[in-house]
């Protein structure tokens, strides 16, 4: 008797959370949205599958210190922002092989910023990945040195602290591994690493930053890709409207941007790959976006070398998605309202589409709602100082 109620709560748990790691996985019949916070206040972060294969850091209350907001509205930027991140972000992850602290994190900030990291003195990460553009880069394809194009788009680097994988086809494993590819590809930074260590080394006010950060006296690459991915760990996006109204608040999103949630998590069927907290799944899905013709991306079939992979890309965070523009895997939307259309028609027909894509058969006022729900609820940006040697080499 007293046992049955404690069973059932059990497996309906169970039930729950085999829908939601399963959710995108790309069963032809999704079940309906698993709206699983949708009616709560809690802002309970929702099961997570993306953090499961992470280890994380001290784990943090379900409502965190208030991060400051300043008078522009953006989060104001604290070396040690990883410790309570913003409201309705899980705790981040702080992997044992690269521990944050302080100390890296400020040392990280000025070689994100550093145009010396770079072959010839022009570009620094910032220069794809700028604050000013949500840490993305306004163009379709960022220009490396000699102004030189890739041909992708550059994502963004707001929480990609919480991603497994890194790159649009997730071919980098950490923000560490991640961070050794532009400083050495011949397109972005051009500068073989050693190379890249020789300019640092002879930068007399990095020595003692790394002597703090890492209590060694010789810099290499991995303390470099070390300090720039504790930086990375402090760019945060949340405690935006969204979740304000998660956490109870019901006037902080307007009536367009709450229909556009409804829509979002209903109709629409965006959550089943941008779910929140970090509204995206982070994995890959093929949405037909340049599938035409002999020179489409691959995508995630390079890395896996698996057919089942062509086109997919992985699935971008929406957080701030109002400044990060243009968008997808090449740069290839430059609007919003140009990219619920595609969504309305099911995506782009082609050998390998995701499942999951179907025509939404959207109202007009549909469509509106949810660009407004993407711009207005799920923007906060995060105000950072820029370091000086920004500007040391170049110009
Ligand atoms: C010339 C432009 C350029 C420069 C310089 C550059 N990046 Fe990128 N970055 C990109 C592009 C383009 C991609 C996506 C490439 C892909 O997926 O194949 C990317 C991907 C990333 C990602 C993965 C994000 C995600 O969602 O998967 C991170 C993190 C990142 N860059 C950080 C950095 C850091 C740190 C530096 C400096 C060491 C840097 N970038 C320098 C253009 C650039
Ligand atoms: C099947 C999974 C899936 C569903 C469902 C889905 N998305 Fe996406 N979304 C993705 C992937 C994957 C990309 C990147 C595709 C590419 O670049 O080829 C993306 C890209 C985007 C982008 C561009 C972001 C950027 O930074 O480039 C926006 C905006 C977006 N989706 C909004 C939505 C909206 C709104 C809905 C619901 C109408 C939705 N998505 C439904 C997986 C999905």
Known sequence: ????????????????????????GGPAEPPAPPAADAG????????????????????????????????????????????SPPRGLPPVPDPAYNGISVEKVELGRLLYFDKRLSKD???????????????????????????????????????????????????????????????????EMGQPLHEMIATVNAIPDYKPLFVKAFDNRKINENWVVQAIAAFERTILTGDAPFDRFRAGDNNALSEGAQRGLAVFEGKGRCLLCHMAPLFTDNVFHNLGVASEGDKADAGRMDVTKNEKDWGKFKTPTLRNVSVTGPYMHDGSETTLESIVELYDKGGVA??????????????????????????????????????????????
């Open 121 to 187: 003195g022009t570009v620094s990460c910032a220069s794809c990945h700028h604050p000013a553009t949500g840490f993305s880069n306004a163009q379709r394809f960022a220009a490396g040195i000699g102004g030189q194009l890739g041909g992708r788009n550059s994502p963004t680097v707001y929480n990609a602290a919480y991603q497994n994988e890194t790159f649009w086809d997730g071919r980098a494993k950490s923000l560490e591994e991640q961070a050794m590819g532009p400083i050495e590809n011949p397109i």
């Open 1 to 24: 008797m007293k046992r049955a109620p404690g069973m059932l709560t059990l497996l309906v748990l169970a039930l729950f959370v085999l829908q939601a790691t399963t959710g995108c």
């Open 40 to 83: 709560d206040s809690e802002p309970a972060p929702p099961a997570a599958p993306e953090a499961v294969s992470l280890a994380v850091g001290e784990p943090v209350e379900a409502s965190p210190p208030m991060a400051e907001i300043n008078a522009d509205g953006k989060l104001v930027w604290r070396p040690d922002l990883w410790k």
């Open 350 to 395: 082609n050998k390998n589409l995701d499942p999951l894509m179907q025509p939404l058969g959207l109202t007009p006022e549909e469509k509106a709602d949810l660009v407004t729900f993407m711009k207005e609820g799920l923007t906060r940006e995060i105000e950072i100082l820029i370091p000086p040697s920004a500007e040391a080499a170049s110009n």
